[in-house]
């Protein structure tokens, strides 16, 4: 047989995996592609990929003999079980140094076990997030690989040749880290995804039925959000789906059913911040809107019997003071988004210390910059802030978004206020702005509530006049004995 030529073999032609491939093949590589279901090969080859240099393979076998050492077999098939039966079919065929990768959205901690397990048999693995979505697939992802070390370089001229770029071409890919860290980064992406998706909701939210605006007239506020520090993607597509009109004229968005989905990412990055003691507080209340939005049929019952305050603000009468309170939401959006952003980064540096990862967090931010559904202008000052300090403890202490938070912070205290007297659901606003007070408070109630577990549990308390690390145990009522519960961290 003549010497393969294949640069990289693609498992799984879904959509993203085709346009991926077709990304791939563009940049100059050659690429051979594989599916489970083979008749999706021939008709991929036949079809999108006609003309192309990618090859067809009809088995593992197959597609192995068509790769040029190190063989890198790169797989976009259903996170879970999947994943492993490719491996374990892979496995007999290769050879040492050769590379498996894993661009779907699987659980970190499958990642950290199949890096293991890869290595045992002299084979490298990579972990890689791929975000964007089917266009972002195409016309360049936001890449982020983990695993093992020594397959970077085999990978990245490829990764960093179709993934996008910013400020002057810049790739949004860079090498994230050991074990499972490139999919752990991509979940809290996700996790921050669900937040900033949630904050817009409740801006429109409060627009709508507070303010009494009509889908144009909310189209072009987004219109006028999107030219200033809140320019992002998701904020951009908002603008568009409030002008999308439906068949009979009207705004489609009105028409679709208000129960959200979810994936699971969200959901495993809210349990992970549990784990880890990180109060990633408003992802997880974008998490739990969904799962209330979906709750519908309750919602609706639930209505009729339990009554509020009608939504309508007294600002929805006056131009002026409804273009002033419009102002004030897009504090609360900007402030929220720097909280939520706060948290995430927060969690990433606890996953750090806990799996011993050194991860670069303002090249994180610039892997976010573009082609993922987070991109957005702001992550540019993340990245700034963390060039400028590398052991930054958290977001809101840098100067940049210190001052931002301060400019904001009447705006946004307005909107959570009116919304709360006015009865609309503010979830993730009162989140992140009670998250900004607790975290801004050198004292909080907590002394109370160690008093009630050292009376009922004797599960004992610091002091303030006393060096940290000495335990106190105090008998409440008299009867109790002085025997103390051990201590433990949450």
């Known amino acids: 047989m003549s010497n393969p030529t294949g640069d990289i073999a693609l498992i799984g032609l879904a959509v993203m995996g085709q346009n991926l491939i077709l990304n791939m093949n563009d940049h100059g590589f050659t690429v051979v592609a594989y599916n489970r279901t083979t008749s999706k090969v021939d008709e991929f080859l036949a079809g999108e990929a006609k003309g192309t240099q990618i090859q067809g393979a009809h088995s593992i076998a197959e597609l192995v003999s068509k790769l040029k050492t190190p063989r890198r077999i790169m797989m976009l098939v259903k996170a879970g079980q999947a994943v492993d039966d490719f491996i374990e079919q892979l496995v007999p065929h290769l050879s040492a140094g050769d590379i498996i990768i894993d661009g779907g959205n699987s659980l970190y901690g499958d990642t950290e076990r199949r890096v293991k397990y890869c290595e045992s048999k002299g084979l490298l693995f990579i972990g890689t997030g791929v975000s964007g979505g089917e266009e972002g697939a195409r016309r360049g992802p936001s890449i982020m690989p983990g695993g093992s070390a020594k397959a970077w370089p085999a990978v990245k001229d490829i990764f960093q040749g179709v993934s996008a770029k910013v400020d002057g071409g810049?790739?949004?890919?860079?090498?994230?880290?050991?074990?499972?860290?490139?999919?752990?980064?991509?979940?809290?992406?996700?996790?921050?995804?669900?937040?900033?998706?949630?904050?817009?909701?409740?801006?429109?939210?409060?627009?709508?039925?507070?303010?009494?605006?009509?889908?144009?007239?909310?189209?072009?506020?987004?219109?006028?959000?999107?030219?200033?520090?809140?320019?992002?993607?998701l904020v951009e597509i908002t603008r568009d789906i409030l002008a999308f009109k439906d068949t009979d004229g009207g705004p489609l968005v009105d028409k679709i059913l208000d129960t959200a989905g979810q994936k699971g990412t969200g959901k495993w990055t809210v349990i992970d911040s549990a784990n880890l003691a990180q109060p990633v507080t408003l992802i997880a209340e974008a998490v739990f809107?969904?799962?209330?939005?979906?709750?519908?049929?309750?919602?609706?019952?639930?209505?009729?019997?339990?009554?509020?305050?009608?939504?309508?603000?007294?600002?929805?009468?006056?131009?002026?003071?409804?273009?002033?309170?419009?102002?004030?939401?897009?504090?609360?959006?900007?402030?929220?988004?720097?909280?939520?952003?706060?948290?995430?980064?927060?969690?990433?540096?606890?996953?750090?210390?806990e799996n011993g990862w050194k991860l670069n967090y303002g090249g994180i931010a610039l892997m976010w910059r573009g082609g993922c559904i987070i991109r957005s202008r702001f992550l540019g000052k993340i990245k700034e802030a963390y060039d400028k300090n590398p052991k930054l403890a958290n977001l809101l202490l840098d100067d940049y978004f210190r001052a931002e938070i301060k400019k904001s912070q009447k705006g946004w205290r307005n909107v959570v206020a009116s919304a709360a007297k006015k009865g609309i659901p503010m979830p993730a606003f009162s989140t992140a702005l009670a998250f900004f007070d607790q975290y801004r408070s050198a004292t909080l109630p907590a002394n109370l509530l160690q008093a009630q577990r050292d009376y009922f549990g004797a599960h004992t308390y610091e002091r303030v006049d006393k060096p940290r690390g000495q335990f106190f145990h105090t008998n409440w009522t008299g009867r109790g004995g002085n025997v103390s519960s051990s201590t433990y961290n949450a």
């Not at 999919?183 to 996790?191: D, P």
């Open 289 to 353: 809107s969904r799962c209330v939005s979906a709750m519908k049929d309750e919602r609706v019952k639930a209505s009729r019997k339990l009554k509020g305050p009608k939504p309508l603000l007294s600002a929805a009468k006056n131009p002026k003071a409804r273009q002033a309170f419009i102002e004030d939401i897009k504090s609360a959006l900007y402030a929220s988004k720097i909280v939520s952003y706060a948290q995430g980064y927060m969690l990433l540096r606890a996953a750090a210390a």
């Open 170 to 233: 810049v790739p949004c890919c860079d090498w994230v880290g050991d074990g499972g860290s490139g999919h752990y980064v991509k979940m809290v992406h996700n996790g921050i995804e669900y937040g900033d998706m949630q904050l817009i909701c409740e801006a429109y939210n409060i627009l709508k039925n507070g303010l009494g605006l009509s889908a144009d007239e909310m189209h072009q506020v987004f219109a006028d959000w999107n030219k200033g520090e809140l320019d992002s993607f």
